[in-house]
């Protein structure tokens, strides 16, 4: 049988998008069904000092208002539970009574219609007691500032990295280089906003349809905060439209659950259905953290990199959501991928009222990986040397201890990955880049830039991990149909459709025999979250082991042969909160990328032309999905570090709608985005399968930088790169067009 793995199979759910019948949440209707809409709080930091909804409970067809009182355990939260799923005075429970960012919510109206419910909304009367609002993380992390949140301090996570002897260190270097960095929030901009419809259903479970990343912990958060029985609360996935890690944390899932619950007590068994408006999605879930980065490089005149002293701070937002866990990637990768001696780094993850930072794909990685990699072509602008040549001189391997002490786990092909980037766009060794050709107009200039970077595959830092699967071999004399049970969501990025090739693989049938019940916590056991590069490498292992169970069941004549299997990867640690040491990570991917800019020196503004991205992504299983995700990446990594410029002021979110926070369009795409898929087996992966979506966002921005650098020989440190900002650093600088 031709293998089922490295086939480029048709994506099991393009024909129903592409015609229009797939089911996105919004798209579902139950008979008989009522309408939410949610008050949102609209102030940045404020005490509700009143909650009157009784005119709104008044408007014909309005069937019912929930507050702060009808949420028996009134709280929630990925990383802590210290966000209250709605606001209100006089519950009894200490800071449920404050808002803290924009999107907090107040109140929920359920009624006959959507408009109806809109309307009521607009009646509820708010009596606000505004607070001091904090909207820069160094400015709360000062002794004296207002504490948020009351039972913890605006610092949430102080991590640090202590190797060697920086202090002494500084003698050996040749060469020192300092500089500040910021990195901006990004909007996850999926395609259809929040948006699910609750219910009971026939066993009288809570039951709430909803896109999102992670349907066990959605169940675990519904429950813990309706103070029901796990068993009690079922969550499905529909299609999803996007999620970028956007869907990990809580939206509607809570609210809607409660609204479904509340009137089934009061004996209205009627679903409840809500969409958001893009607005509400801009403003209500949580974002990219912004960073603020100061780096000192030092390297010997040969180029060896000596000492790395590092501080970031993060802005965590109103609460704490994943940010001590994104700060953790950060941590590593602000170093990059290369081999220190010496390290010095503090990075802290602070408390704000602005919009809440979480996961967001590379999850800490991108904001490390910009101070990282200018950092090292800033030095080698310093020393003379080949920005390139300098990278691989310096690049881990395996068996070199990284900033916390420990080699990275087996199979560090980095080395490899940067090689074959660069060999890709004609670098060779002493004698560099092919030089570019200029454009003839005066003002236009073409310049080339590199980065690389590796990714985290699953989760880090002694994080519990796991993933289940069940597989079901149903037939005769042969197999001629495989279940797959499996809870992992499809957000888009075909993971259904590489489950399905991996079982087909794994029991060794035709993938057209392959039938996948997905993403039902009804019917499977904890896949984890589609998150941290993970999926296809932990579904694969989990899928693997129970199909061979099964065959060794359907072998010794049990028919059907049915089988479970629970993947432990290996373990991970905490790092030691003095040094820094430990294992942070089982595994991880590589990437390289080198990207060609053009500037117009007399605008700023900066256009992405030719991009090459190389991935070690151990196996493609469907190598078509993996150009996909790579390109998908980089177009999503452009609008980060070229267009999308979230602004708040005070709190308040500037750019809610997507006519004025701008994301990448068709023509805004590279002309050329050249996929590199390189296929070093991972020794614990499943068929030796690396996780790669992640990858090559990473070095996106800092390459562009570098581009705009060897373009108009000024360094930005800061993005996006709008055309004002450009203009105005060329300005500065003295390089604008005249």
């Known amino acids: 049988m031709t293998s089922a793995l490295g086939q480029s199979q048709p994506r099991r759910d393009a024909l129903g998008k592409v015609r229009g019948e797939t089911l996105y949440p919004g798209d579902i209707n139950r008979p008989g069904q009522l309408h939410m809409q949610i008050l949102f709080a609209g102030r940045p930091h404020a005490r509700l000092r009143r909650l009157d909804v009784s005119k709104a409970a008044a408007v014909p067809g309005v069937v019912a208002v929930f507050t702060a009182h009808d949420v028996p355990v009134n709280e929630y939260g990925l990383g802590a539970f210290d966000q209250p799923v709605l606001c209100g005075p006089g519950t009894g429970k200490p800071g449920v009574d404050i808002v803290r960012f924009v999107g907090d919510q107040v109140a929920l109206v359920v009624a006959e219609t959507e408009k109806i419910a809109a309307h009521a909304r607009t009646l509820i009367e708010v009596d606000y007691e505004d607070l001091p609002v904090l909207t820069d993380p160094r400015v709360a992390m000062q002794p004296g500032a207002p504490q948020l949140l009351p039972d913890r301090a605006n610092v949430l996570a102080h991590m640090k990295i202590r190797k060697g002897d920086v202090a002494a260190a500084w003698a050996e270097c040749a060469a020192i280089v300092a500089a500040e960095y910021h990195t901006p929030m990004q909007e996850h901009a999926y395609l259809q906003p929040e948006a699910g419809i609750a219910y009971l259903d026939e066993a009288g479970r809570v039951t709430v349809q909803v896109a999102g990343q992670w349907a066990h912990e959605d169940q675990e958060q519904v429950a813990h905060a309706l103070g029901l029985p796990r068993d009690q609360v079922r969550i499905i996935y529909p299609a999803i439209g996007g999620a970028f890690g956007g869907r990990e944390d809580m939206s509607v899932q809570i609210v809607l659950a409660l609204a479904a619950w509340r009137l089934a007590q009061r004996g209205i068994h009627r ?135 420990t080699p990275f786990p087996a199979g560090v092909t980095i080395d490899r990955v940067v090689a074959r980037c660069a060999q890709e766009v004609g670098w060779q060794p002493g004698v560099g880049l092919p030089p570019l050709t200029q454009p003839p107009q005066p003002y236009l200039r073409r310049g080339r830039g590199f980065g690389c970077a590796f990714k985290n595959i699953g989760f880090s830092f002694g994080a519990p991990e796991s993933c289940a699967a069940r597989v079901e071999l149903h037939g005769d004399g042969q197999i001629e149909r495989v279940v797959v049970y499996h809870a992992g969501a499809d957000c888009g990025q075909g993971a259904h459709t590489v489950m399905a090739q991996m079982a087909a693989q794994a029991v060794g049938v035709p993938v057209s025999r392959v039938e996948l019940i997905a993403s039902d916590t009804a019917s499977s056991g904890s896949s984890g979250s589609a998150s941290a590069s993970r999926l296809t490498y932990m579904s694969g292992n989990a899928i693997k082991g129970a199909a061979e169970r099964a065959a060794q069941k359907w072998q010794d004549e049990e028919r059907p042969a049915i089988a479970s299997f629970v993947y432990h990867p290996p373990a991970t640690t905490a790092l030691d909160p003095q040094t820094g040491h430990g294992d942070p990570n089982f595994a991880y991917g590589y990437v390289a990328e080198a990207v060609e800019v053009e500037v117009d020196l007399e605008t700023g503004h900066v256009r992405l032309l030719d991009v090459v991205c190389a991935d070690d992504v151990g196996r493609a299983v469907n190598p078509q999905q993996v150009e996909g995700q790579i390109e998908g990446a980089v177009v999503q990594a452009a609008g980060y570090a070229i267009l999308e410029n979230f602004i708040t002021q005070g709190g308040r979110v500037l750019t809610p709608y997507l006519s004025n926070y701008l994301i990448p369009t068709v023509l805004d795409v590279p002309a050329r985005v050249k996929s590199v898929i390189l296929e070093y087996a991972e020794p614990n992966g499943p068929w030796g399968v690396r996780g790669m979506a992640e990858m090559p966002y990473l070095p996106l921005a800092p390459a562009i930088a570098a581009a705009i650098h060897a373009a108009t020989g000024v360094w930005i440190d800061e993005f996006p790169y709008t055309p004002d900002r450009v203009l105005a650093h060329l300005q500065a600088a003295g390089k604008a067009f005249a």
């Open 271 to 405: 679903p409840v259905k809500i969409i958001w408006s893009r607005e509400e999605s801009i403003v209500g879930h949580h974002k990219r953290h912004a960073f603020y980065i100061r780096a000192r490089w030092g390297a010997r005149a040969d180029g060896a990199l000596v000492a790395a002293q590092v501080e970031l701070i993060s802005d965590a937002g109103a609460y704490t959501y994943t940010s001590p866990k994104v700060l953790g990637n950060a941590l590593l990768m602000c170093t990059g991928p290369y081999h220190f001696p010496h390290a010095h780094i503090d990075a802290y993850t602070v408390l704000t009222n602005n919009v809440p930072g979480g996961a967001f794909r590379g999850f800490g990685g991108p904001q490390g990986a910009f101070a990282a990699e200018l950092q090292l072509d800033k030095l080698a602008e310093q020393l003379g040397l080949d920005p390139i040549a300098m990278r691989l001189q310096n690049l881990l391997r395996d068996g070199v201890l990284s900033t916390t002490g």
